[in-house]
């Protein structure tokens, strides 16, 4: 880290009070208590995308809430301007709060236990209760049982949260505020190990009987990815707030506004880099509010501050995995590989979204039907968002940034490279074709490929990301041949080649220059991608690694055509 006397990045920070005691860098949310509290119901639900900061507003709002709140770390903070608010409601709650983001496993039982020990955990909170003059002998034993975990019917740890706020309003003479982050993360685990019947029971009755008609309960907040049915797991529930993505209110407190960003370029001097940012990690629409994905914005803003010519990374694509989107778009049916070619040419598709979910949707029999709620959960998982604000239900939805686009490029490529390696003759010929310098072969067998594929449109989607997209999808068939070294944008001679093959037993390389061919224009496409071979000597490195024979490929793509130009040299 450079010693430049600047605050440290908030990297995976997500304890509030980190910020003050460890002096990082903070971009102030603060003046979502206020509106929480001006707004909220009995219970309050924010979904949000991941790494969007949900775990973060969460830990600020028990740092606020909680009896024995310290009021220094909201010094200077926009919160501390509501004095009147920070005077009523500041350190004046007992807060249970708990995450079930680790609330899962292999089999129901291991998620029965995790969520027990949760309570546990969050119990011994609350050990110096054993000695309060408020509670009966019989309070206090229920108290222990939480902090041992002592649940061995299902009936105790489905009522533990309520009895939980029960005992701690008791002991404190005030109602409490409950707290419960990532609300969806068991249910989604569950739908993947295959026991979420057992786990909706669960969460179902556990919630309910914490959030319903409890008679100690000032309010709740809770934050997940998904909206899940209410019939599903929140039945009943009376003054229940939704405020998810399309909502205007909050819209603010999650994500990073352009001149939230621009101020922490500008903190650490690498404003220039700001386009960057902004391509990269910008385009997500809440309410009528544009955000950047935090996760992102910090994570790069931390590499810049080391090297202010630091490539853009893929930051939230890596941070976790949205195993449901997975596995709904490797089922995807023709008619959503053809609307998801739209998306990656900056096209928009309108949908109506189905605000609420339960997983069992998603098991549809139908594949049509369960393709419909596949925009769904892309849009609620933060893999599209609204191009435009929404017209009597319907979405147009769009990719947000280039980050998302890289993922739905390599969902493609994975389709492209299993749907032509599977034809394992056809593709073998190809492999043969490329080594052997026949560039007739080759154009007619990519050529065959990409009419199968996807496509990149002529739309105004810039031309470097057609060449890309089309650039990896050679590649990868490339790659799938394990005695081949394949380099991809490797540096040789004066400039940096798209693709360059050896095989090394042969002593022959091939080096490939990939070019978007506008508006079907192939013969100057491919006479620029021979061109910049020549000029930039891109068969240096070959040479140097003793190639004896190298072939030299121009490739044009357009939609889904292309041609071949070659030279042997």
């Known amino acids: 880290m450079p010693d430049d006397g600047k605050k440290a990045l908030p990297v995976g920070i997500e304890f509030f009070r980190d910020f003050k005691s460890k002096d990082y860098y903070y971009v102030d949310k603060t003046a979502f208590i206020a509106e929480l509290l001006r707004t909220k119901g009995a219970v309050n639900l924010f979904t949000r995308p991941r790494r969007f900061g949900k775990s973060l507003n969460m830990n600020m709002f028990k740092c606020f809430f909680e009896i024995g709140a310290d009021a220094s770390l909201f010094d200077g903070l926009a919160i501390s301007g509501e004095r009147e608010l920070c005077e009523q409601h500041m350190g004046k709650y007992p807060v249970i709060h708990l995450s079930l ?65 029960g005992l701690v309003s008791k002991h404190y003479g005030h109602r409490v505020v409950i707290l419960i982050d990532e609300y969806d993360v068991p249910l989604d685990k569950a739908y993947q190990r295959g026991y979420y019947t057992q786990m909706v029971d669960l969460i179902r009755s556990f919630l309910s009987q914490a959030l319903k008609t409890n008679e100690n309960l000032d309010f709740a907040v809770l934050t997940g990815c998904l909206r ?33 960003v621009k101020e922490m370029l500008r903190y650490y001097g690498v404003e220039d880099r700001f386009p960057d940012m902004k391509e990269w990690y910008d385009g997500y629409h809440f309410g009528d509010v544009d955000v950047y994905c935090p996760w992102d914005v910090v994570n790069q803003c931390d590499l810049l501050r080391v090297s202010k010519d630091a490539p853009m990374r893929p930051h939230w694509e890596n941070s976790s995995s949205n195993a449901i989107v997975r596995d709904i778009l490797e089922e995807a049916t023709a008619a959503t590989k053809a609307e998801i070619e739209a998306l990656i040419s900056g096209e928009a598709v309108e949908k109506e979204i189905i605000p609420e979910l339960t997983y069992t949707d ?11 709620y596949l925009w769904s959960v892309l849009y ?86 057609k060449e890309n997209f089309y650039h990896g999808m050679f590649l990868g068939l490339l790659r799938a041949e394990g005695s081949w ?32 061919a506008e508006k079907g224009a192939f013969d100057a496409a491919c006479r620029e991608a021979m061109e910049q071979i020549e000029t930039h000597e891109y068969t240096e ?29």
């Open 101 to 165: 983001k680790d609330v899962e496993g292999g089999n129901f039982e291991t998620a029965y236990d995790s969520l027990g020990m949760l309570i546990s955990e969050e119990a011994s909170r609350f050990e110096h209760l054993e000695e309060s003059d408020r509670l009966s002998k019989t309070d206090k034993t229920r108290l222990q049982q939480l902090i041992t975990g002592d649940f061995a019917r299902p009936a105790f740890l489905q009522g533990s949260l309520k009895l939980l706020s």
């Open 228 to 260: 899940v049915a209410r019939e599903s797991i929140f039945t009943g529930l009376n003054n229940f707030k939704v405020r998810s993505i399309s909502d205007e209110q909050c819209a603010e407190y999650f994500g990073f506004t352009d001149g939230e």
């Open 362 to 372: 998603l098991d549809n029999k139908n594949a049509n039907i369960r393709q419909t």
């Open 380 to 465: 609620a998982t933060g893999y599209l968002t609204d191009a435009a604000r929404p017209e009597g239900g319907r979405h147009k939805l769009v990719i947000p940034n280039m980050e998302v686009r890289r993922i739905y490029e390599t969902k493609i490529r994975t389709w492209f490279e299993n749907q032509v390696t599977g034809d394992h003759e056809r593709w073998e010929r190809f492999c043969a074709a490329v080594k052997g310098g026949d560039a007739e072969a080759v154009q007619e067998l990519f050529g065959t490929f990409l009419s199968e594929s996807i496509s990149i449109r002529d739309t105004a989607v810039r031309k470097a990301k």
């Open 485 to 516: 070294i394949v380099k991809s944008s490797a540096e040789s001679g004066t400039g940096y080649s798209d693709i360059l093959l050896m095989a090394p037993r042969e002593r022959i390389g091939c080096v490939i220059e990939v070019k978007y």
């Open 541 to 569: 490195l070959l040479r140097s690694e003793g190639m004896e024979t190298i072939h030299k490929y121009g490739l044009a793509c357009f939609r889904k055509s292309c041609q071949v130009m070659y030279e042997k040299e």
